[in-house]
């Protein structure tokens, strides 16, 4: 089975259970849903060299473990010390190890926006990425027609979300309405095999309109890699494994930081 349609099959029971124990106006009435978002896009917009999207990741299903230490208040204090533009959490449980409660803690100190990072294909999950302090969520291009991108986008905006919409190959390019979705996130993971390209955002950014905010996800670890997909005119960067690996996070983003100057 491919490993999306695994993830997704699990997203369906997870959705039907989250509708079993709560209802849209029952996340209205939380008090995260009710503070004003911060927004990334005006992050980028105000940001002379590429902006960084931090991520908080224990595990991936192709890594296993990736941080022995994990411990999302104490990297996400860094993070924000560090002055990134936003930071993701992953909230998928089974795959990758997360936890909505992640996002919710980190989101009462945050001092910059939070993406939350997981397989969303309903809008009980927009609501509850609002309701525990999301500042944009992620959708998956492979994981939704192009109906339900267009209403998940605008159930988000309608709430004071903003979308990261990703894509990881050039086929999913007429799902995307341009008008509406105007970040997007080039995953250079291969879904099928893991493999990873960074010619995968070299390629795509080519049928990319020029005032789309483009952001390059995974496989990024080093300067020469930041240099390899500059040509692509990105916008910002999201980066996981480099700095969840074991090691210094702090000389990590001091490193990113520098990588990331225009």
Known sequence: MNFLVKILEVKKEEV????????????????????????FIAEV???KNISIIAELKKASPSKGIINNNFNHIKISTLYFSAGVNAVSI???????????KYLNEIAKYKKAPLLRKDFIIDE??????????ADLVLLICEALSKNQIKDLTQTAAEIGLEVLLEMHSLNQLDKIDFNLNKLIGVNNRNLEDFSVDLNTTL??????PDETILVTESGLHSKHDIDFIRPAGVDAILVGEFLMKDGDIKSKLTKLKDWCKR
């Open 45 to 47: 917009e105000s940001n």
């Open 16 to 39: 039907f259970s989250l509708k079993r124990s709560f209802t849209l106006d029952s996340f209205k009435g939380m008090e995260l849903y009710n503070k004003k978002t911060l927004s």
């Open 90 to 100: 992953l909230t998928d449980k089974q795959f990758f190890q997360g936890e909505i």
């Open 203 to 208: 390629n795509i950014s080519k049928s990319i």
């Open 124 to 133: 009980f999950q927009v609501f509850e990425a609002k309701a525990n302090g």
